[in-house]
């Protein structure tokens, strides 16, 4: 089974950047695409971006494309999300998140693996 822990949240002005580290346990990390969600207070959880086991194949939602990339490293069993030029509207909690295929990625539902999340404020 694995189980996922984000760190790298914070406090950051409008411009600012963050990177989100998600440390993955379980042996079977290697095969699993990875993900990142995001959820404000009194709004539905909404995809950001994904990554393939091999890190060959990468998409991210409209509202982070330019400003946000993701990455894993096997080896060290991790995931970032490296996020420049951060908006208030990027505000939310951000959740690490793991799934055995690359397809539905934009449905919470089909993730079968979540952290606890790490808070992203952004200042204007």
């Known amino acids: 089974q694995v189980q996922l822990v984000e760190s790298g949240g914070g406090l950051v002005q409008a411009g600012g950047s963050l990177r989100l580290s998600c440390a993955a346990s379980?042996?079977?990390?290697?095969?699993?695409?990875m993900g990142w969600f995001r959820q404000a207070p009194g709004k539905e959880r909404e995809f950001v971006s994904i990554?393939?086991?091999?890190?060959?194949?990468?998409y991210s939602a409209d509202p982070v494309k330019g400003r946000f990339t993701i990455s894993r490293d096997n080896a060290k069993n991790t995931v970032y999300l490296q996020m420049n030029s951060l908006k208030p509207e990027d505000t939310a909690v951000y959740y690490c998140?793991?799934?055995?295929?690359?397809?539905?990625?934009?449905?919470?539902?089909?993730?079968?693996?979540w952290g606890q999340g790490t808070q992203v404020t952004v200042s204007s």
């Open positions: 990554v393939s086991w091999t890190g060959g194949y990468t």
């Open positions: 379980g042996r079977t990390f290697r095969t699993y695409a």
């Open positions: 998140a793991a799934k055995k295929t690359t397809d539905n990625y934009s449905d919470s539902y089909y993730w079968g693996y």
